[in-house]
């Protein structure tokens, strides 16, 4: 018999509905049965976790799952090796820098010596390095927006996508940092049995992305 290709999804979230849509829409069943942790599909070789989007790309380097769906800004945050196998086109967003409305940004240079609150801290030291900016940086796990009104910070650096959190918490966004969207993730040293099964899911990944063009 062959074995079941393991994939981590999303428990719940904003990648959750898109992510079993997609593979719905593959013709692969799957049932996410309410507080389930896992879910084998009654018609195609595969498993499903339901996790953390954060814990999801250090399974798939592990090989817990052989593949995942996460954000792109999660994935590369997140620094495991792990391959990109494809970009999904859901879940698009970006990573900003935003600072209170009312003062101005001259480009990097503004940022000079300030303090950024983030969820972010690679991706946005990679940023300041790459413009020569030293500035400090807040780590903070959530509610990222609110850093600059209770004094923690200056700035922060956080997932946008419509901005009407920024707004409403009287910032303006000022510097696009990183575009993101699901992406599709694999782990280096698949089987080969697992490799043929991904090649068929791609197939279809493919064929219902060619459909909704
Ligand atoms: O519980 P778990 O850890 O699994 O989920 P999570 O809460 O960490 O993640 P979740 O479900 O919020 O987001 C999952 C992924 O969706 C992110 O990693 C991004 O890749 C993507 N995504 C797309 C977003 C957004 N859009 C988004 N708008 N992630 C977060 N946001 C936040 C943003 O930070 C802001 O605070 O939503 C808020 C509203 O955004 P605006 O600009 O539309 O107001
Ligand atoms: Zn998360």
Same mark, same amino acid.
């Given at each position: ?24 829409? %593959? ?27 954060? $814990? ?36 698009? %967003? ?59 910070? $200056? ?57 909704? $063009?």
């Amino acid at each position: 018999m062959m074995q079941n290709i393991r994939i981590a999804i999303q428990k719940s979230g904003r990648l959750s509905e898109d992510s079993i849509d997609l593979f719905k829409e %593959c013709g692969i069943k799957l049932d996410m049965g309410k507080g389930r942790l896992k879910s084998v599909s009654s018609n195609f070789n595969a498993e499903f976790l339901f996790l953390r989007d954060d $814990d999801i790309p250090g399974y798939v380097e592990d090989g817990v799952a052989d593949l995942g769906i996460v954000g792109e800004n999660v994935l590369v945050e997140s620094a495991k090796k792990v391959n990109l196998v494809k970009k999904l086109g859901f879940s698009k %967003c970006r990573l900003s820098i935003a600072i209170p409305r009312e003062e101005s940004f001259e480009g990097p240079q503004s940022l000079q010596n300030k303090s950024i609150a983030t969820s972010y801290p690679k991706l946005l030291s990679k940023y300041l390095k790459e413009n020569g900016i030293k500035a400090n940086i807040h780590e903070i796990s959530g509610s990222v927006e609110i850093a600059p009104s209770i004094g923690l910070a $200056d700035a922060v650096c956080d997932i946008v996508s419509s901005g009407s959190t920024l707004l409403s918490n009287g910032l303006k966004e000022v510097q696009e940092i990183f575009k993101s969207e699901a992406v599709l993730i694999g782990n280096k040293n698949l089987s080969a049995e697992n490799k043929s099964i991904l090649e068929k899911i791609l197939f279809r990944i493919n064929a219902v992305q060619k459909a909704q $063009d």
